[in-house]
């Protein structure tokens, strides 16, 4: 929040850059990239002569490169981009490269805050996780997901750590994935491992695991529960005691289990995404009462409210009091609210953003073509042809736009009575 307290929240507008002449002025011009503080829009340019360099408002950096994609802003502010040199990746940061190079770098990562950025990376045959610029002294023969610590200064990824023949089956089963923290494998071998999470401290990870043919299980720091499951889905950990509760299938049914014994009695027919509130008191995820029927379960009491096609991931408000989630019903798309949709309906729409006090919620949505700001349901305001997620200030009394119109970048703050009508 200190960040965000040190932009420019003076109301008003300000255009920062020409997007229709960038892109007449050059020979191809990719996705655009706003900044968090709004200050800056960038785009991988593609030159006449083949290069490729970082357009940032209305300049182009001096550094070329043979090709430049995923071009991003960190929470930080700061901008990424994935760059190929003398036929090797790396990433480049404000435009300068790091100095490793690798056969292929993908899937770049930041910390909770942005201070640290990671990636996965090939080298030599051999894969790893690079974070700001150090590469792992550790490489695996292949790698898959991996997760940055809440600090920035730990990597955990899944790792095969044996060696198989080809349509080795009997030497897969038994056990050639691991996970490996800042390079380290775990001494514990399972036939699969995904979806790694650190704990808040950064001091212990928790994965899903395989342990045979049809046994799931979660492992903590390479030790696994006691007891296995038709499937599971990602751990979490309890911000408030460290133990780790995961999604799991039991007799065909899904409940909510925590170091391996059962917490939610009620039985789905499918369970995901458990959040934790800020106060660490609740519980919401998303599950499905009854097949082909979605909705959000708030400490295993699921709203009345259900959904035919889809709902995501449940986002509580910084009170831990309201629920948001997105919602899809008939093709549309839209939010619900502590088990209440809103009346607009859109062709897509983004995650739900409470403001600081909780009171009210702003969420970025697309119909006709263009983008909307929506604010308690309603839309405000004209559409635009460009827009990113907007941003509550600290004091909730004002909201930062980024949006493109009329061919122009503009950043605008404006007071939220205005959004609301």
Known sequence: MAEVKSW???IGKRILADVEKIKSNNKRVDEFAASPDGER?????????????ISINNEILPNRYEYLWYLRFSPDGRLIGLVRIDDNWTLAVEGEAWEERFEFAW?????????SIGLLYKKANLYGVAIDGKIWKQDYQAIRDYCLSPNGKKAAATVQVESL??????????????????????GTKFVNVWHPIFSGDGKS??????????????????????KTFGCVWSPIFNPKTGKVIAPVRIGGVWRLAEEGE??????????????????????AA????????????????????????????PIFSPDSRRVAAVVKSKNLWSIAVDGKAWGEWFKMIW????????????????????????????IAGEGFESLWNPTFSPDGEKVLLRYIKDGKYQREVIPIGKLLG
């Open 205 to 226: 990870v928790a994965a899903e695991i395989r342990t045979d043919i049809d046994d799931y299980s979660i492992a903590v720091d390479g030790k696994a529960w006691d």
């Open 262 to 283: 059962i917490i939610w009695e009620k039985e789905y027919n499918q369970l995901w995404n458990p959040k934790f509130s800020p106060d660490g008191a609740k519980i």
């Open 351 to 378: 995650n739900p953003i409470f403001s600081p006090s909780s009171q009210h919620i702003i969420a970025k949505a697309e119909r006709g073509g263009r983008y909307f700001v929506v604010c308690d349901g309603r």
């Open 286 to 313: 998303i599950a499905s009462p009854k097949f082909g029927k979605w909705t959000i379960a708030v400490d295993d009491s699921p709203w009345k409210l259900n959904m035919d096609e889809m709902v995501l991931e």
């Open 165 to 186: 023949k080809e349509a080795d089956v009997f030497g897969f089963f038994e056990g050639v994935w691991s996970l490996a923290v800042d390079g380290v494998a775990w």
């Open 41 to 53: 829009i960038s785009a991988p340019i593609l030159l006449e002569d083949g290069s490729f360099a």
């Open 8 to 10: 420019d929240w003076q």
């Open 107 to 115: 899937h770049p990562k930041f910390s909770e805050k942005g201070g």
